[in-house]
C-alpha cells in the first residue's frame, strides 16, 4: 500500500509540472513575479518535499546493511 502512495505522490508531482494551465496567464504574483515563474518556484519546493518524502519511506536500507555488514574489506576492494 505505501509504494502505490508514493507512485501515486510521484505521478502527482509529474503532472503538476505540466503547468499548460499558466502558459497565456500574464498576471504577476505580488507584482513582479510572473505567475509562471512563481508556480515553478513553489513547484520547486513540492519537489523537495517529494524527495524527503521518498528517501524516508522508500530508501533500500537493506543495501546499507550489506554493505555495513561487509566492513572494511568491502571498501577496500571497491578502492583498491
Given at each position: 500500500?505505501?509504494?502505490?502512495a508514493l507512485?501515486?505522490?510521484?505521478?502527482a508531482v509529474y503532472?503538476a509540472?505540466?503547468?499548460?494551465?499558466?502558459w497565456?496567464d500574464?498576471?504577476?504574483v505580488?507584482g513582479v513575479?510572473p505567475?509562471?515563474l512563481?508556480?515553478?518556484?513553489?513547484?520547486a519546493?513540492?519537489?523537495?518535499?517529494?524527495?524527503?518524502?521518498?528517501?524516508?519511506?522508500?530508501?533500500?536500507?537493506?543495501?546499507e546493511?550489506?554493505?555495513?555488514?561487509?566492513?572494511d574489506?568491502?571498501?577496500?576492494?571497491?578502492?583498491?
Amino acid at each position: 500500500m505505501k509504494n502505490y502512495a508514493l507512485a501515486l505522490l510521484v505521478a502527482a508531482v509529474y503532472v503538476a509540472h505540466q503547468d499548460f494551465w499558466n502558459w497565456n496567464d500574464r498576471g504577476l504574483v505580488l507584482g513582479v513575479l510572473p505567475v509562471g515563474l512563481a508556480y515553478h518556484a513553489f513547484y520547486a519546493c513540492l519537489a523537495a518535499v517529494m524527495m524527503f518524502i521518498l528517501v524516508k519511506f522508500a530508501w533500500p536500507t537493506r543495501l546499507e546493511a550489506e554493505i555495513e555488514a561487509l566492513g572494511d574489506a568491502a571498501i577496500q576492494v571497491e578502492g583498491h
